[in-house]
C-alpha cells in the first residue's frame, strides 16, 4: 500500500543525489523555473570584495539585454552607494560565470553571453577591493 | 461505596492513565492505524522500553498549569496597569521583542502543530502522551508570548500582524520554513529535528538569552512568561534526550538515519539561530552575554559532552560543527549588517550601535569586531550623518535551503562570501553553505519547490512590482512606522517623550494616544 520514493542515488553534475524517502511518489515542479517569470530571467551578480553588499545582488532582467546594458543600467545603479563605485570600470573587470572564468561580450545579449536563468556572476576589480582592507 | 486504596500512587495513576490507553489491536493491522511509523526506516522493537522521565498525567498536567497561568495572568495585569513598558532600559530593546513574535511565537504554534500530528502516529502509548502534553505546552507558549507582548503592541510599532508577516515577510521565511521542512518530515525525523536537536542541543540558546536579556532590560511581562514556560522547556530537553537514546537503543540500523538527521537539523538550527546572535550582541540595550559566548557554554560545552555521552552509541558531533564553532567571531556583525541594511523591509528598526556598545564588543570579540566590522559601522554613521543613512535598494540571493540571504563568509576568510551553486534536473540553486548544499543533495524534492521570498517577488505574486507596495500591502508592514532607522523613528520620539527628553511631536497622534492613556485610566 505504501509506495516508496527512496532512497535511490543517482549521479547529477557529479555529486550524488539522493532522493527524499516518503509515503507516496513525492515529485514537485521547481517553483523558480524561467517561465514563471513573465518573459524574464534572473542573475546573480556579486562585486567580489565588496561586503558593504551583504550577498550577491538578485537582479530581474531581460534575456536579450545586451551585457553592457546590465552593467550600466542595472549594476551600476545598485552598487553607487559604495565609494569605489565611480572608479569601477566593470566592462573591463574580471568575471567568473557559475564558477568558470568568462570573457563577456558587452554588445551580445545576455542569453548570447551563456548567462542563463539563475546564472551567477561574479566580477572581480583590480586595484578595487572595498574598504579597510575587510573586503568591504 | 467502600473502596480500597481509594489513591493511587504515582506510579499505577501513571500506569493507567498512559500505557493503559493503549490496546492491542483485533480487527485492525497494526501498521494500519499507524501508518506513518515505518516508511523512514526506523526499526522499533519494544516500544514498552520508552521511559518518561517526567511520568506526568493529564489530570496533574491541567491542575499545574492553570495555576501557573493564574499566576502569569496577574503579572500580565499589573504590568499593564502599571505602565511597564515605560520602565524598559530603552525603547531599542522593543525591538527585540517585534522580531520574537514575528519569528518565534509563530513556531511554538507551528510546534503545536506538529507534535498534534506525531502524537497520533506513534504506535507506542508513551511516546504519544508525551508528544501530546508537548503539544498542549506549545500551544500555551504561543498565546502566553503573545498576551505577554501585546501590552506594548498598544504603545511601539510593528507588532500589530505577527501571524499574516510570519506567513509572508522575507526573513520570516527562515524560521517558517525551518519547521515546514521538520513538520513535512516523518514522525521520528521531525522529533529528531524539534525534540532533541532543537529543543536538547540548541533551545538554551534561544531562550536563555531572550528570557534574560528581559529580565536585564526591566521586561517584566516577558520575563514572567519565561519563568512560567521553564518548566515546561525542561520536560521538553528531556523528551528530546530520551527520544533520541531510545531510537539508538532500538535497533543498530537506526545509527546512520539518525546521524544523517543530526547533521540536518544541527545546520538547520544553527542557521535560524543567526538571528537570535545579532538580537544577543546588538538589540538589547543591556547585554547578558555576547553571542561568542552562549556558543561556547551552551553549544560547545554542553553539546560537547552530550556527544561525548551518544558516542556509544555510534553518534559523531554533527557535521560543519568547526563551521559553527568558528563562525561565533562573526555571525551576529554580518547578521545586523545585513539587517540594518534591508530594515527598509521589516517591522523593526536597525541602528549603529553607540560608542560603549561598540567598545564592548571590541572587548567580547577581540579578534574580529576592530579589525572587521567597527569601521564598517564608523563609515555607515558617517554616511548617516551626512545624509546618505545607507540602504541597500537590491534584493538579495537567497539560500535555497535555508531562505538566508547568502550573506556568510567561509570559514577561515570573513573577508570571501560563502556560496555554492549546483545544477539539478537543468535547474541551478544556490546555497550559503556546504551545509545547506548538502540538505538539498540529500533530498532536492523538498526544496525545488521552495517559496523564496525574493523570487516570489519578482515573479509578480506579492501584490506589486516595487518593494515600497509589496512591503506596505502584502507584509502589511506600515511605511515610516515599522520600518526603516531607529534614530528618528516614531518609536524613538514617543521613548524620548515618554523619559522627558524631548517635547511631544505635532501631528505625532499615536505619541498623543499613548501618553495621554495613564492619565485617562
Request: aromatic share 14%.
Given at each position: 500500500m505504501l509506495k516508496r520514493a527512496g532512497p535511490v542515488t543517482h549521479k547529477n553534475n557529479k555529486v550524488m543525489i539522493m532522493s527524499v524517502n516518503a509515503l507516496y511518489d513525492y515529485k514537485f515542479e521547481p517553483r523558480d523555473k524561467v517561465e514563471n517569470f513573465n518573459g524574464m530571467q534572473l542573475v546573480y551578480v556579486q562585486w567580489a570584495g565588496h561586503l558593504m553588499f551583504c550577498a550577491p545582488l538578485a537582479l530581474l532582467v531581460k534575456p536579450d539585454m545586451s551585457f553592457r546594458a546590465l552593467i550600466d543600467d542595472v549594476l551600476k545603479p545598485a552598487v553607487a552607494a559604495h565609494p569605489q563605485s565611480v572608479k569601477a570600470d566593470f566592462l573591463e573587470a574580471q568575471w567568473e560565470l557559475n564558477g568558470e572564468s568568462f570573457t563577456p561580450?558587452?554588445?551580445?545579449s545576455l542569453v548570447d553571453n551563456g548567462i542563463d536563468h539563475k546564472s551567477m556572476l561574479v566580477v572581480t576589480t583590480p586595484g578595487l577591493d572595498g574598504m579597510f582592507n575587510t573586503g568591504y | 461505596m467502600a473502596v480500597k486504596n481509594k489513591k493511587l500512587n504515582l506510579k499505577d495513576k501513571y500506569q493507567y492513565l498512559t500505557r493503559d490507553m493503549a490496546w492491542e489491536p483485533t480487527y485492525q493491522k497494526k501498521e494500519d492505524i499507524y501508518p506513518d511509523e515505518s516508511f523512514e526506516g526506523i526499526k522499533i522493537v519494544d516500544w514498552s522500553q520508552w521511559e518518561d522521565p517526567f511520568r506526568l498525567t493529564m489530570d496533574a498536567y491541567w491542575k499545574y498549569q492553570a495555576e501557573k497561568e493564574k499566576k502569569l495572568y496577574a503579572i500580565f495585569d499589573a504590568f499593564a496597569q502599571n505602565n511597564g513598558h515605560q520602565n524598559i532600559t530603552d525603547a531599542r530593546y522593543v525591538n527585540a521583542l517585534k522580531l520574537f513574535l514575528t519569528a518565534v511565537s509563530p513556531l511554538e504554534h507551528a510546534a503545536f502543530q506538529g507534535y498534534s500530528k506525531v502524537g497520533r502516529q506513534f504506535s507506542g502509548a508513551g511516546a504519544r502522551v508525551a508528544c501530546q502534553m508537548q503539544a498542549i505546552d506549545e500551544l500555551r507558549h504561543s498565546q502566553t508570548q503573545q498576551h505577554a507582548m501585546s501590552h506594548y503592541n498598544k504603545h511601539f510599532?510593528?507588532?500589530?500582524d505577527a501571524a499574516h508577516m510570519y506567513d509572508r515577510v522575507w526573513f520570516l521565511s527562515v524560521p517558517k520554513s525551518f519547521f515546514d521542512d521538520a513538520r513535512t518530515a516523518g514522525p521520528f525525523e521531525f522529533l529528531t529535528a524539534?525534540?532533541?536537536?532543537?529543543?536538547?542541543?540548541?533551545?538554551n540558546l534561544l531562550f536563555v538569552p531572550f528570557m534574560s536579556g528581559a529580565a536585564y532590560n526591566n521586561d517584566m511581562a516577558t520575563v514572567t512568561f519565561g519563568f512560567s514556560a521553564q518548566s515546561d522547556e525542561a520536560r521538553h530537553m528531556t523528551l528530546g534526550l530520551e527520544v533520541i537514546k531510545f531510537i539508538l537503543e532500538q535497533h543498530e540500523d537506526n545509527v546512520p538515519i539518525v546521524q544523517r538527521w543530526i547533521d540536518k537539523w544541527f545546520w538547520r538550527g544553527f542557521r535560524l539561530l543567526s538571528l537570535v546572535s545579532m538580537m544577543m550582541d546588538y538589540?538589547?540595550?543591556?547585554?547578558?552575554?555576547s553571542w561568542a559566548e552562549a556558543w561556547e557554554v551552551y553549544y560547545e560545552q554542553n553539546g560537547g559532552a552530550l556527544f561525548k555521552d551518544l558516542e556509544r552509541y555510534g553518534i559523531r558531533p554533527p557535521k560543519y560543527e568547526d563551521v559553527a564553532n568558528e563562525a561565533k567571531h562573526h555571525l551576529s556583525h554580518q547578521l545586523w549588517t545585513t539587517f540594518y541594511q534591508y530594515c527598509q523591509a521589516t517591522n523593526f528598526h536597525t541602528w549603529i550601535p553607540t560608542e560603549e556598545e561598540m567598545d564592548w564588543m571590541s572587548e567580547k570579540y577581540p579578534d574580529t569586531f576592530d579589525k572587521y566590522y567597527r569601521p564598517r559601522y564608523e563609515f555607515l554613521a558617517k554616511e548617516h550623518a551626512e545624509g546618505r543613512r545607507y540602504y541597500n535598494n537590491t534584493l538579495p540571493q537567497l539560500c535555497?535551503?535555508?531562505?538566508?540571504?547568502?550573506?556568510f563568509t567561509e570559514k577561515g576568510d570573513a573577508t570571501k562570501l560563502s556560496h555554492r551553486q549546483i545544477e539539478h534536473e537543468g535547474e541551478r540553486y544556490h546555497f550559503c553553505s556546504e551545509g545547506c548544499c548538502d540538505i538539498f543533495k540529500d533530498e532536492p524534492e523538498k526544496y525545488v519547490q521552495a517559496w523564496l521570498p525574493v523570487h516570489q517577488i519578482y515573479q509578480g505574486n506579492?501584490?506589486?512590482?516595487?518593494l515600497e507596495t509589496v512591503v506596505q500591502n502584502y507584509y502589511h508592514i506600515n511605511i515610516g512606522e515599522d520600518n526603516f532607522e531607529y534614530v528618528g523613528s516614531p518609536d524613538h520620539k514617543r521613548w524620548q517623550f515618554i523619559k522627558g527628553m524631548a517635547p511631544q511631536q505635532k501631528g505625532d497622534d499615536q505619541a498623543e494616544k499613548t501618553v495621554q492613556k495613564p492619565n485617562a485610566a
Amino acid at each position: 500500500m505504501l509506495k516508496r520514493a527512496g532512497p535511490v542515488t543517482h549521479k547529477n553534475n557529479k555529486v550524488m543525489i539522493m532522493s527524499v524517502n516518503a509515503l507516496y511518489d513525492y515529485k514537485f515542479e521547481p517553483r523558480d523555473k524561467v517561465e514563471n517569470f513573465n518573459g524574464m530571467q534572473l542573475v546573480y551578480v556579486q562585486w567580489a570584495g565588496h561586503l558593504m553588499f551583504c550577498a550577491p545582488l538578485a537582479l530581474l532582467v531581460k534575456p536579450d539585454m545586451s551585457f553592457r546594458a546590465l552593467i550600466d543600467d542595472v549594476l551600476k545603479p545598485a552598487v553607487a552607494a559604495h565609494p569605489q563605485s565611480v572608479k569601477a570600470d566593470f566592462l573591463e573587470a574580471q568575471w567568473e560565470l557559475n564558477g568558470e572564468s568568462f570573457t563577456p561580450n558587452a554588445d551580445a545579449s545576455l542569453v548570447d553571453n551563456g548567462i542563463d536563468h539563475k546564472s551567477m556572476l561574479v566580477v572581480t576589480t583590480p586595484g578595487l577591493d572595498g574598504m579597510f582592507n575587510t573586503g568591504y | 461505596m467502600a473502596v480500597k486504596n481509594k489513591k493511587l500512587n504515582l506510579k499505577d495513576k501513571y500506569q493507567y492513565l498512559t500505557r493503559d490507553m493503549a490496546w492491542e489491536p483485533t480487527y485492525q493491522k497494526k501498521e494500519d492505524i499507524y501508518p506513518d511509523e515505518s516508511f523512514e526506516g526506523i526499526k522499533i522493537v519494544d516500544w514498552s522500553q520508552w521511559e518518561d522521565p517526567f511520568r506526568l498525567t493529564m489530570d496533574a498536567y491541567w491542575k499545574y498549569q492553570a495555576e501557573k497561568e493564574k499566576k502569569l495572568y496577574a503579572i500580565f495585569d499589573a504590568f499593564a496597569q502599571n505602565n511597564g513598558h515605560q520602565n524598559i532600559t530603552d525603547a531599542r530593546y522593543v525591538n527585540a521583542l517585534k522580531l520574537f513574535l514575528t519569528a518565534v511565537s509563530p513556531l511554538e504554534h507551528a510546534a503545536f502543530q506538529g507534535y498534534s500530528k506525531v502524537g497520533r502516529q506513534f504506535s507506542g502509548a508513551g511516546a504519544r502522551v508525551a508528544c501530546q502534553m508537548q503539544a498542549i505546552d506549545e500551544l500555551r507558549h504561543s498565546q502566553t508570548q503573545q498576551h505577554a507582548m501585546s501590552h506594548y503592541n498598544k504603545h511601539f510599532n510593528g507588532l500589530h500582524d505577527a501571524a499574516h508577516m510570519y506567513d509572508r515577510v522575507w526573513f520570516l521565511s527562515v524560521p517558517k520554513s525551518f519547521f515546514d521542512d521538520a513538520r513535512t518530515a516523518g514522525p521520528f525525523e521531525f522529533l529528531t529535528a524539534i525534540s532533541f536537536s532543537f529543543e536538547y542541543v540548541l533551545t538554551n540558546l534561544l531562550f536563555v538569552p531572550f528570557m534574560s536579556g528581559a529580565a536585564y532590560n526591566n521586561d517584566m511581562a516577558t520575563v514572567t512568561f519565561g519563568f512560567s514556560a521553564q518548566s515546561d522547556e525542561a520536560r521538553h530537553m528531556t523528551l528530546g534526550l530520551e527520544v533520541i537514546k531510545f531510537i539508538l537503543e532500538q535497533h543498530e540500523d537506526n545509527v546512520p538515519i539518525v546521524q544523517r538527521w543530526i547533521d540536518k537539523w544541527f545546520w538547520r538550527g544553527f542557521r535560524l539561530l543567526s538571528l537570535v546572535s545579532m538580537m544577543m550582541d546588538y538589540m538589547l540595550p543591556k547585554k547578558v552575554m555576547s553571542w561568542a559566548e552562549a556558543w561556547e557554554v551552551y553549544y560547545e560545552q554542553n553539546g560537547g559532552a552530550l556527544f561525548k555521552d551518544l558516542e556509544r552509541y555510534g553518534i559523531r558531533p554533527p557535521k560543519y560543527e568547526d563551521v559553527a564553532n568558528e563562525a561565533k567571531h562573526h555571525l551576529s556583525h554580518q547578521l545586523w549588517t545585513t539587517f540594518y541594511q534591508y530594515c527598509q523591509a521589516t517591522n523593526f528598526h536597525t541602528w549603529i550601535p553607540t560608542e560603549e556598545e561598540m567598545d564592548w564588543m571590541s572587548e567580547k570579540y577581540p579578534d574580529t569586531f576592530d579589525k572587521y566590522y567597527r569601521p564598517r559601522y564608523e563609515f555607515l554613521a558617517k554616511e548617516h550623518a551626512e545624509g546618505r543613512r545607507y540602504y541597500n535598494n537590491t534584493l538579495p540571493q537567497l539560500c535555497q535551503v535555508c531562505q538566508v540571504p547568502t550573506l556568510f563568509t567561509e570559514k577561515g576568510d570573513a573577508t570571501k562570501l560563502s556560496h555554492r551553486q549546483i545544477e539539478h534536473e537543468g535547474e541551478r540553486y544556490h546555497f550559503c553553505s556546504e551545509g545547506c548544499c548538502d540538505i538539498f543533495k540529500d533530498e532536492p524534492e523538498k526544496y525545488v519547490q521552495a517559496w523564496l521570498p525574493v523570487h516570489q517577488i519578482y515573479q509578480g505574486n506579492c501584490e506589486g512590482g516595487d518593494l515600497e507596495t509589496v512591503v506596505q500591502n502584502y507584509y502589511h508592514i506600515n511605511i515610516g512606522e515599522d520600518n526603516f532607522e531607529y534614530v528618528g523613528s516614531p518609536d524613538h520620539k514617543r521613548w524620548q517623550f515618554i523619559k522627558g527628553m524631548a517635547p511631544q511631536q505635532k501631528g505625532d497622534d499615536q505619541a498623543e494616544k499613548t501618553v495621554q492613556k495613564p492619565n485617562a485610566a
